[in-house]
């Protein structure tokens, strides 16, 4: 069966630090992968998505960035980071193959809480 | 640009009782709809995801529906329990691919 694994999963890092989350997906190959983030008071906003190792598409601008160095592997990062960057994020897969799957279920991971001071 | 309201925002019923979460977005071009639930603290569980082809689709005591030329969803949950407190979300996938927009989410509270 296929899991992702989000970590860490909780963080406070102060004003200008460097951030790094990881996600790995694991009993799938290929997979569509997403980071999403949920502020305080705000819905989950989709930043980044990926369909294939090295393509990476950003949904919003922002000082946060995001690779794919391996096929189920999915990092969010940011090198220095700012107060409004603080929430929850989650990554996220669906079903790939090079295509994208209208019709398949989304899996997200258990999140990240990130708290910048 | 896609906007996608949940209404309403909070809701507690007594156990056992049948409710209706609603969900509407603005553009029906959309390819699919799904419902989520979020506990807190957690990540999101697909509950039902419906294609832009369908009209409901139905699991257990949940049945989801899509009207799509006039941008509603309804999720209903028969004869609720405590168990179902949580944030119900829902959101819609434009374009190809499940790249979501999603409302704001509907905290509800069963009470025992």
């Known amino acids: 069966s296929q899991t992702i694994h989000q970590w860490p999963a909780t963080l406070v890092q102060p004003v200008g630090s460097p951030l790094s989350l990881e996600c790995t997906v694991e009993g799938t190959s290929n997979p569509n992968l997403y980071w999403y983030r949920q502020a305080a008071g705000r819905g989950l906003q989709l930043l980044f998505y990926s369909v294939g190792i090295g393509q990476i598409s950003s949904e919003v601008p922002q000082n946060l960035s995001a690779s794919r160095p391996q096929d189920r592997q999915f990092i969010l990062s940011s090198k220095k980071l700012l107060l409004s960057d603080s929430g929850f994020y989650l990554c996220?897969?669906?079903?790939?193959?090079?295509?994208w799957g209208s019709g398949n279920t989304i899996y997200f991971g258990e999140g990240s809480w990130l708290t910048v001071v | 640009k896609q906007e996608v309201t949940q209404i309403p925002a909070a809701l507690s019923v007594p156990e056992g009782e049948n409710l209706v979460l609603n969900c509407s977005f603005t553009?029906?071009?959309?390819?699919?709809l799904q419902w989520f639930r979020q506990d807190p603290g957690k990540g999101l569980t697909s509950l039902l995801l419906i294609q832009s082809s369908q009209r409901e689709q139905t699991s257990g005591r949940l049945n989801a529906s899509l009207d799509k030329s006039s941008g509603r969803s309804t999720l209903y949950i028969a004869a609720s329990q405590p168990g179902d407190s949580a944030t119900y979300l829902c959101a819609v996938s434009r374009g190809a691919g499940n790249m979501l927009t999603f409302g704001g989410g509907t905290r509800l509270m069963v009470k025992p």
């Open positions: 996220a897969w669906t079903q790939g193959g090079g295509t």
């Open positions: 553009d029906s071009a959309i390819y699919n």
